[in-house]
């Protein structure tokens, strides 16, 4: 079961959210706010998988909100507005739903939350001190950290790419992140993360692993600065 909250400067909205939550029995609602920085203080203090978060709020915007959070839970945004859905999902919100959306669609959406956390949940669960798991089609393939030089995403799928094969598994950027340790792998780029034992040589702008130049984003340079 996911646990969600909901934020939406209007009453209204909230209640509409409520009464089709209702009716879906794979995800609880543990609270609802009208303030999204009364939501932000609440997230501080719970564990939160799931955020539907409106668009247009007077203080400050749902996606300025998520940008805001460090280790942002699945998002879907509620919006009256579709002119938000590429900047949307170029965050990684898992669903769009535009204002008045029927039961229907909203099942849909939250099928979709259900679909990426339960992934999630099945790739970190095997992951251990030395190695992961990579999910390929149907199998679960056993790669031992060392051997990961960097993994890049290419559309809904990530390569891993390793020293003798590379592997392709259905995941976002941010479900990689979260499967490779922070101790190990550094994200240079919106679609590269590297492992920090295979850097071979750096300048500003690139990052070499073995013979691979694999670029360094201008949002990401701190991060390799913070490693050497």
Same mark, same amino acid.
């Given at each position: ?23 879906? *029995? ?20 719970? *564990? ?45 919100? /898992? ?31 095997? /992951? ?39 592997? /392709? ?60």
């Amino acid at each position: 079961m996911l646990t969600a909250v909901a934020i939406d400067d209007e009453p209204v909205a909230l209640e509409v959210i409520k009464s089709l939550a209702s009716k879906i *029995n794979f995800i609880n609602f543990a609270a609802y706010f009208t303030n999204a920085f009364d939501a932000a203080q609440y997230l501080q203090q719970h *564990n939160i998988d799931l955020i539907f978060l409106d668009i247009k709020m007077p203080d400050i915007s749902g996606i300025d909100f998520l940008k805001s959070l460090p280790h942002p839970p699945l998002v879907i945004f509620t919006t009256a507005y579709s002119e938000h859905a590429v900047q949307s999902f170029e965050l990684d919100a /898992t669903d769009y739903l535009l204002k008045p959306f029927s039961q229907a669609r909203f099942l849909k959406a939250c099928n979709k939350a259900y679909e990426k956390f339960s992934l999630k949940n099945k790739i970190n669960i095997s /992951t251990g001190p030395n190695h992961i798991f990579i999910k390929t089609g149907t199998e679960q393939i056993r790669v031992e950290l060392d051997d990961i030089l960097y993994a890049e995403s290419k559309g809904n799928y990530m390569q891993f790419v390793l020293q003798q094969i590379k592997l /392709t598994s259905r995941l976002t950027m941010n479900e990689a992140e979260d499967l490779l340790p922070a101790a190990l792998f550094v994200r240079i780029h919106r679609s590269y993360i590297i492992a920090k034992k295979h850097i071979l040589k750096m300048s500003k702008s690139s990052v070499w692993i073995g013979n691979m130049e694999l670029p360094i984003g201008n949002g990401f340079l701190k991060n390799i600065q913070n490693i050497t």
